[in-house]
DNA sequence: CATACGTGAACAAACGTTTGTTCAATGTAT
DNA sequence: ATACATTGAACAAACGTTTGTTCACGTATG
């Protein structure tokens, strides 16, 4: 610690040591101090090393707040999303700070379905920390932010959300994930596989939809009824499986549109004395393992690899910031099937 | 725009416009425009009016890292959590960001469980950004982080995480909670109220045990058995419920430690032909309303009232900041009964 | 022996603000 | 008419870095 600091910290007052201090010490110019920290500059070794040494000794730590008003960087982003209860967002904030971390940018999160409103108010205080970038997250993959965003003047990347044209985006690969859970279904053995998903509005269930019906397709196999539209919810579900028991002509499988849907159908098996998986297989998708881990049996599922889809958005928003050319358009990251037992399979 | 800006601009960078650009614009110095600005020192209205037209003409955004190098203070606070789902982060970081943004504030997010090492690393770049000050938040009211944090030298706000002795913390009321769970059902004439909840070494499965205990002793019931103290888990709360089903001698009512025990019961106790609630009444904790709403019928359980917790410890962090006096010590935030079916109340 | 060159390090300006102090002009009391 | 307050605004330093440029000193080159 240096004098300074001393001084000032016995005054209760903490104060870190400045490069300064650390020139001092180290019997050098500023600017040799700060070269020697940063690799960068001409010097010999035996200087460049105990810059640093002192460097250490000190604890000192760079102010980035001047070096970004140099630099004209802050090392910043901001996160903007819409969800409620971080479904998606938790996850895909914690790829990317992780990612983040270790190239010294930190993350400002806007999270805001709780007051809409502040979601403005929070932009504009990233704004004027002069935030690097922007990553706008949001709850489906077909519709942005549901506030008016003023042109930002800064590089952005949409995540899970609908992006304008000509912007970079990621959104999970829902249609292969489909298809994946479907193929396993039929390489089970399973032939009469029904599908139900949440609303049809939602690009994500037409995706899934969409993905379900090309495998059965390859397979030569029909779909098992059309597909049902309705909600996100255990409910739906239930009232879906219900329905089709009373109607008579239970499938062998099913493969849900997300894992609060496959949870009603379970359940609703599981009620009628049907049993899963050996009389009906299910699939879900999200692998919201509070869902996925309770029910009976454990759910198979499709994982969208939500910190990993935050990492990649970050690295590509990096690479915008640096001017490094980044190809615009919607990039699918691909998903990953995970197998429980409510599909049948022996547990791997 | 400025003549600058727009130049910059037109060569691919974009460029704000500074408080030069404006008090060039408006025939003032830099001084006078800052003072204008922010509303102090002397000058005439007209003056001060003519400077802050022409910063919204020139869209002008006071570049917070200039000031924050003078001022000694970023604006930026960090928070910091091993929450993996988000279930109480994001409820706490939307409700903290919200109150800052009001107060120009920002908040960086490092969520970790994924990565806990990334959680150091994200420290370090916050402590490198001069954030000025720390809100710590977990998983359980009992424990801390499960990382090393280094000596931080800035004020720290604990919330919903075990803090050290002297620091200013924040939990929600969980005695007093379960009190009125208990008491709502008791005043519904169930007489015979179980409880079933987490493990024992939780401290928040300890808190509401004694309020449902002394919800009981206060209206002369005795309780009904034990409570049952396992795991925060739906299968907890099914198992347990089957046990007495099997057993006989059911309860007319539970009050349960979270939401996910509370499906769990009331599942059973549906298999089972037992109604809900006209047999047996159900009452969570949490009000997670994927669960809660999903239940057949829908949850009766506590809010915690996480965005006001949020808001709470965020407001002490900045006083602390501002070195006003705050009191050290735990603060218990009062919590919400949600009153819906499952307790056999007419619906509000 | 004079010149060129490479090396190691320092000088000084700049980034965009805030703020203590000074100063001129105007008004007011003596 | 003179001294003194008050008002309105500008000067200049400071915050902690980075970085283009300069400079002094040896050493190799012709």
Redesign the pocket.
Known sequence: MTDRAAKLQSAGVYQ?S???DVAARA??????A??A??G?????E??RERVRTVAAELD????SI??G????RSFTLGLLTNDTYGRFTLPLASGLSAAMADRGVSVFLSAGEYEPESLILNLRAMEEKRVDGLIIAGKRIDRGLPIDLPPLGMPVVYVYAAAPDGAVSFVPDDENAARAAVRHLIGLGRNRIAHITGPEDFKAARLREAGWRSALREAGLAPHGPAVFSAWTEAHGFQTARAMIDAGGVPDAFFCGNDQIARGVIDAFTLAGVRVPQDVAVVGFDNWEVFAQATRPPLTTIDMGLPGLGRSAGLALLDLIDGKPVEPGVRETPCKLVVRESCGATKV
Not at 27 to 32: E, G, H, I
Not at 60 to 63: I, L, V
């Open positions: 870190r400045t490069i300064r019997n050098v110019s500023v600017t040799t700060s070269r920290l940063n960068t500059g001409r010097m010999s035996e200087t000192y730590r760079p102010n001047a070096r008003l140099v630099q004209q």
